[in-house]
């Protein structure tokens, strides 16, 4: 085989492969460049939160110093005061909440002509008139799913000149 010259053929294999090695070497330069500029931004991300947490924790320690005992004990009073409020509201059975709950328990067919209410002594005085004994005893029924109730009394049942039914409760309820 003469006239062929095999120096060219290597040096061309050599030139192709050297392209490749050149374009490894900067994809994993490109990567560790990126790398290492996430790290800094990282650290300085973090020295900026650590900055942060010592500011606040030094105003929490300021704003301890500046507070006296004094306060601190108005401000205890306070919460005491609107705890024991709450507890007694929450105990509390007004005449406009004694109205609502028997309001929602009353029967259609009854007609209530007075609605009483001793706040000292937690009872109600309910008279109406119904359309028979039997719906009589199903608002008593009613009457005695209400919250807190204690006693609930019928101290006057009787027809009327209409046949109607008139009768009178009294509830008391408890603490």
């Known amino acids: 085989m003469p006239g062929m010259n095999l120096a060219q053929s290597t040096q061309q294999g050599k030139i192709g492969s050297g392209r490749h090695i050149g374009k490894g070497l900067i994809f994993l330069l490109s990567v560790v460049s990126a790398v290492v500029v996430i790290w800094v931004g990282f650290s300085f991300y973090e020295r900026f939160l650590s900055g942060s947490i010592a500011d606040a924790e030094n105003r929490i320690v300021e704003e301890r110093q500046n507070m006296s ?16 409020i709450a ?3 929450e105990g509390f059975l007004g005449p406009a909440e004694m109205l609502a709950s028997v309001e929602t328990l009353i029967l259609p067919s009854v007609k209530l002509s007075d609605f009483a209410y001793e706040e000292s002594e937690r009872t109600v005085h309910m008279k109406g ?15 005695k799913k209400m919250p807190k109730l204690e006693t609930l009394t019928v101290p006057t049942l009787g027809r009327n000149k209409d046949g109607r039914i008139d009768f009178t409760f009294s509830i008391i309820f408890g603490q």
């Open 129 to 143: 008139e119904a359309d028979s004994f039997r719906t009589v005893v199903q608002q008593m029924v009613l009457l």
């Open 69 to 84: 005992m004094e306060k601190v004990d108005k401000v205890t009073d306070f919460q005491f005061r609107l705890e024991r």
């Open 87 to 89: 507890a007694e509201k």
